[in-house]
């Protein structure tokens, strides 16, 4: 697959900035960020990258460890909307049973 006819975007410095800092400090995974500002995922990928590559190694470690705390939120969020959704079913049906 050739790039030959298509022109790439040129991003402005502030505008990679930007959606560096959305991902490193606001939260917002690649992929939202991406879709967000509509442009290539890779793209937000390296600039992310970019801009914890000029912080200093505390400053990394912290936003690596809230990357790890976040996506550990969120897995307990999914698991704990399974297990909602679980017993309202079994309320359900035990308030059926019951009349």
């Not at 040129?10 to 800092?21: L, T, V």
């Not at 937000?44 to 470690?61: N, Q, T, Y």
């Amino acid at each position: 697959m050739s790039l030959a006819g298509k022109p790439r975007k040129i991003y402005s410095a502030e505008f990679r900035a930007k959606a560096a800092q959305l991902c490193n400090e606001k939260g917002y995974t690649i992929d939202q960020v991406a879709a967000q500002l509509g442009c290539c995922r890779e793209s937000v990928r390296r600039w992310k990258e970019a801009a914890k590559a000029k912080l200093a190694p505390p400053a990394v470690r912290q936003i690596e460890h809230d990357e790890s705390e976040l996506k550990r939120l969120r897995k307990e969020n999914t698991q704990l909307k399974t297990e909602v959704e679980i017993l309202k079913k079994a309320t359900a049906y035990f308030a059926r049973e019951i009349q």
